[in-house]
């Protein structure tokens, strides 16, 4: 099952640019998660965020949590060719709940 | 690399066929999962296994039949089925189905691609 959107749906950067998607979600969460999918590849965990927090940093890796809002975003910095995925988030249920997904190009 | 192994990476098969899905992880983790992806799409689950025993069934047809061995393989048996089921199978684990602070992270394999003839 769907909880929440994310979009935008397509987006398309040059390397060196910033990304930043978005993910909204229905209803209360103990915490939300990030994946990435190269294409052919299987899903790759990037990061959790709790919902008594607000901001957590991974290396060029930035998410935010308003719970308030019921959502979330990804910001990837300096962004680099190999950034070219699909980006999920995840939201926490009886199982993980997954957003449409984003699909991320960076173009040289 | 991923520390989720799936095997065969493709599998094309007829309408008729009886294949199987493997997938092994060794890092001790207890909650096993199959999802099916189709093109585009996110993952929709198929079934958890906790502790080696079914917990999540979402209402699979029975033409997907889910095994697991031991705490480190899972198995995933098809037979008779339909081109729609043409998709990539992908398996995944993490440490505890749910810990007390919610769902943990999953470690995904690569997956099967499937195409039914």
């Known amino acids: 099952s769907q909880q929440g959107e994310e979009d935008p749906q397509a987006l398309s950067i040059q390397e060196g640019e910033n990304a930043t998607m978005n993910c909204s979600y229905k209803?209360?969460?103990?915490?939300l998660q990030w994946y990435r999918q190269n294409s052919g590849r299987g899903l790759v965990h990037l990061i959790l965020i709790r919902s008594n927090e607000r901001e957590k940093h991974s290396g060029r890796l930035r998410v935010t949590l308003d719970t308030s809002k019921k959502s979330s975003s990804l910001l990837i910095t300096a962004s680099r060719a190999a950034d070219t995925a699909s980006y999920f988030c995840?939201?926490?249920?009886?199982?993980?709940?997954w957003g449409a997904g984003t699909k991320l190009i960076i173009k040289p | 690399d991923t520390e989720v192994t799936q095997t065969p990476k493709h599998l094309v098969m007829g309408m008729t066929n009886k294949k199987s899905l493997k997938c092994e992880q060794h890092?001790?983790?207890?909650?096993m999962y199959w999802y099916k992806q189709k093109a585009k799409k996110p993952p929709e689950l198929m079934f958890v296994?906790?502790?080696?025993?079914?917990?999540i069934n979402e209402s699979v047809p029975s033409r997907f039949s889910p095994e697991c061995p031991n705490s480190s393989l899972l198995n995933l048996h098809l037979h008779a089925l339909q081109p729609e089921d043409s998709a990539l199978y992908l398996c995944a684990s993490s440490q505890e189905m749910r810990g007390p602070r919610g769902n943990q992270p999953q470690h995904f394999g690569d997956g099967t691609r499937l195409s039914i003839l």
């Open positions: 296994y906790s502790y080696e025993k079914l917990s």
């Open positions: 209803t209360s969460i103990n915490n």
């Open positions: 995840a939201t926490d249920g009886a199982q993980l709940i």
């Open positions: 890092m001790g983790h207890r909650a």
